[in-house]
């Protein structure tokens, strides 16, 4: 990364003037606060203590067996609120206090970036307000409720697609408005920089856990690593510590939808273009006249019609291969994984069980992959069930 966000050609700092002010004060209270002891051991008590890391890097012995070669699973899902999204909203929660901000504002799409940010509020005493498109909040209401519990006060957004990019949107003009006293907590490896950096940065926690449980489980690295990708924070988090190694092979995993075919999908690298979007110049869906197109996935984390810069660098310089799952494999992968280790896998996640599933007999038998489940399908029940025409 160069010192002004970029990585590659992607990245970058394309905001109005009404946010400059407030990036560049982040930024510099981010490169100021990471080098402080103080901050970084507050972070690391609270990482260990509340949030419950580090989490398992769980053997799959049935997995195994089906797959040909050895199968770990990272388990995100065991992360205090269910996912990996605490990671980085403990990190940038903290670091809002520390700059004297007290309120945080925050979009979210499945619902569990939100859910983590109301927890942290909770946590350090800080007020949240969390924008959610009215399509997401439809298919997630679960954790509706549980962030409206925590104490977090919920805005649904009906502008647009209904989706994350209008959600992300409305926190920018709230952000706008208000960013004297108020965070605004990303939460994905995009935006404007620094976020790309500092959301990686956070999530990196994963990554670093996988390289030193591997070296005891097996007393080597892994050859492979498979993680779902909408924005990328739980992929770059679990990618970048192993980027350097090029024994390492990584593959992030996007939305397929319906089909890359039907253009009802969220596969931002397979099939987008460059181009602006938030702050940051990445990978997006246009549709012919260059507008950002709409999106779709059964998955509503990884509906986003955008990608981390960062990823975009990856996918043009070959270093992570990016493939796409389409509803139908993810939903079958939930399945599998269920009956197969009994963890039941977020949506999300379980595209890269999907993808897995894909290169069953490619591998050697000694050969080591890790796929990480970035969160827990508990949120995802009553969708699944209205699927198969189940009333719960």
Not at 216 to 229: K, N, Q, S, T
Request: include cysteine; proline fraction near 4%; aromatic fraction near 6%.
């Amino acid at each position: 990364m160069t010192g002004d966000g970029r990585f590659g050609r992607f990245g970058g700092r394309y905001m109005p003037e009404t946010l400059m002010e407030a990036v560049l004060e982040l930024e510099a209270a981010y490169d100021r606060f990471r080098a402080d002891p103080t901050f970084t051991a507050e972070l690391g008590r609270l990482l260990s203590e509340y949030a419950g890391r580090p989490t398992p890097l769980t053997f799959a012995p049935r997995l195994t067996a089906d797959l040909g070669c050895r199968v770990y699973l990272k388990r995100e899902d065991l992360l205090h609120g269910g996912a990996h999204k605490l990671n980085n909203t403990l990190g940038q929660a903290l670091l809002a206090k520390s700059m004297g901000r007290t309120r945080l504002i925050a979009e979210t799409g499945a619902g569990q970036h939100g859910v983590a940010t109301a927890i942290v509020g909770a946590a350090l005493g800080l007020p949240v307000e969390v924008y959610m498109g009215g399509l997401d909040v439809e298919r997630q209401r679960l954790n509706v409720f549980r962030m409206e519990l925590l104490g977090a006060t919920v805005h649904t957004v009906e502008t647009g697609t209904r989706t994350l990019k209008d959600a992300i949107n409305e926190a920018l003009r709230d952000w706008a408005a208000s960013f004297e006293t108020t965070h605004y907590l990303l939460g994905t490896a995009a935006g404007p920089h620094p976020y790309p950096t500092m959301v990686r940065d956070f999530q990196a926690v994963i990554g670093a856990e996988t390289r030193r449980q591997c070296r005891v489980a097996e007393g080597r690295l892994p050859d492979l690593l498979i993680a779902c990708v909408g924005g990328g924070s739980n992929a770059i988090g679990m990618f970048a510590p192993f980027a350097a190694e090029p024994s390492v092979r990584m593959v992030g995993v996007e939305a397929g939808g319906e089909g890359i075919e039907t253009g009802r999908h969220g596969a931002t690298l397979s099939a987008g273009a460059p181009g602006v979007l938030h702050g940051t110049l990445s990978y997006l869906l246009q549709d012919a006249a260059g507008q950002v197109a709409g999106t779709h996935s059964i998955a509503a984390g990884l509906d986003y019609p955008g990608v981390g810069p960062e990823h975009a660098h990856y996918h043009e310089t070959g270093r992570v291969e990016y493939t796409a799952v389409t509803d139908d494999e993810a939903v079958e992968a939930l399945g599998y994984l269920s009956r197969a280790e009994g963890i039941i896998p977020a949506l999300e996640s379980a595209h890269a069980v999907a993808e897995a599933r894909r290169r069953s007999g490619t591998m050697a038998r000694d050969e080591i992959m890790v796929i990480s489940i970035s969160g827990r399908g508990d949120k995802d029940m009553h969708a699944l069930a209205r699927r198969r025409g189940v009333v719960v």
